[in-house]
């Protein structure tokens, strides 16, 4: 792979053009191809960094890894222009850009495997942004309930409650439909599909290692922004939110966050407004109840190739956590204590 990029990229040229970008003038790369080049970039690391699929146990214990400059040099340019740390790719690189107008995945992992591989490794890439999709009109309510109640016009902000209700059900169905074992099978998950897409390596800054983790779904906006919007407090640490969210989103849900008005209305006593924003608690509640029943069966498939790694949270395995079980405890532990802190 060294070799292949060092005969076929001009470093020199490819920091001119992002430097171009960088100075302000997005004309010379348009930003859906900087999107794209993106994705091709952070999948190209990640497959550099695990060379191999299944992941496997030696690749797991290497924790710095030595990336061709042709995929370095981009990806200091690429950081600094979504506002993100990590060294490994994120949802939106990895999935959000990684698929054309037709819905085709474009950098795929499993190229010349079974079919039931590859269709797995679709679906499951493939719902993210689906339910990105269709969380837009959502977002637009939000925002649109925001100002109504700002500017004391209730009506109107119960009407767009009420919408983000009904349209709330969508991304959630997409989730509860795609997650199943006929579309995804738990056989292929963990070892084709899950770990490509984990990063568990890092760099010495300041002296101290810093290891990043890979995707993981609560890099999703939708949840982000629901979150932020209903008053609860963020899943992700500040240093996580950087390292994996990029700068836009991150500006979003903290304004969502500062302009919640939740709590506003319940001591107003609104109990229409306050029963409306229930309902979104209630949702979130299902889901991520049926996100930790989800879960549990797929990250339990035995996977011998390799020490026990979630995407999202890297190596689990460990001098107290000796196995699977041990591991899914700890995962779960996480889940349901961000569902007791969804109220």
């Known amino acids: 792979m060294r070799k292949l990029l060092q005969d076929n990229v001009s470093l020199s040229e490819v920091e001119t053009i992002l430097a171009t970008v960088e100075a302000g003038n997005e004309l010379s790369f348009p930003s859906d191809a900087y999107n ?6 952070a999948m190209s690391r990640h497959a ?3 060379a191999t699929i299944p992941v496997i146990k030696a690749a797991q214990k290497e924790k710095f890894i030595d990336l061709p400059p042709e995929l370095e040099l981009p990806w200091s340019f690429l950081r600094q222009h979504y506002g993100v740390t990590s060294q490994g790719g994120n949802c939106t690189s990895n999935y959000f850009y990684n698929f054309d107008a037709r819905e085709n995945l ?3 992992i499993n190229c010349s495997s079974t079919e039931t591989i590859r269709s797995a490794e679709y679906h499951f890439a493939h719902m993210f942004p689906v339910m990105e999709k269709l969380a837009l009109p959502i977002y637009h309510d939000i925002v649109k309930s925001i100002i109504s109640f700002e500017q004391g016009q209730r009506d109107k902000c ?3 409650l009420k919408s983000i209700n009904t349209q709330l059900r969508l991304p959630l ?3 509860y439909d795609t997650l199943v074992d006929s579309k995804i099978p ?3 998950w963990l070892s084709y599909v899950q770990g490509f897409q984990g990063w568990a390596a890092g760099e010495i800054i300041d002296g ?3 290891e990043y983790d890979g995707l993981s779904g609560n890099q999703l906006p939708l949840f982000q922004v629901v979150d932020a919007f209903i008053g609860l407090d963020r899943y992700l640490n500040e240093e996580n939110v950087h390292r994996y969210m990029p700068l836009s989103q991150r500006k979003l849900t903290t304004s969502l966050r500062q302009h919640s008005f939740r709590r506003k209305a319940k001591e107003d006593g609104d109990s229409e407004i306050e029963a409306e924003m229930l309902k979104i608690v209630k949702q979130l509640r299902v889901f ?3 996100h930790r029943a989800r879960a549990r069966p797929y990250l339990s498939t035995d996977a011998p190739e390799r020490l026990i790694m979630t995407a999202g949270k890297s190596i689990l395995e460990s001098s107290t956590v000796k196995n699977i079980k041990a591991a899914i405890d700890f995962l779960d532990a996480m889940l349901v204590k961000r569902l007791r802190e969804t109220l």
Do not use: N, P
Request: net charge positive; hydrophobic share 50%; proline share 0%.
């Open 288 to 290: 991520r109840l049926a």
């Open 158 to 160: 119960l009407h767009f």
């Open 106 to 108: 474009v950098y795929q």
């Open 36 to 41: 794209g080049f993106f994705a091709c970039i």
């Open 48 to 50: 550099y960094r695990w």
């Open 208 to 210: 101290k290692y810093v």
């Open 186 to 188: 738990r056989s292929v």
């Open 173 to 175: 169905k997409v989730f």
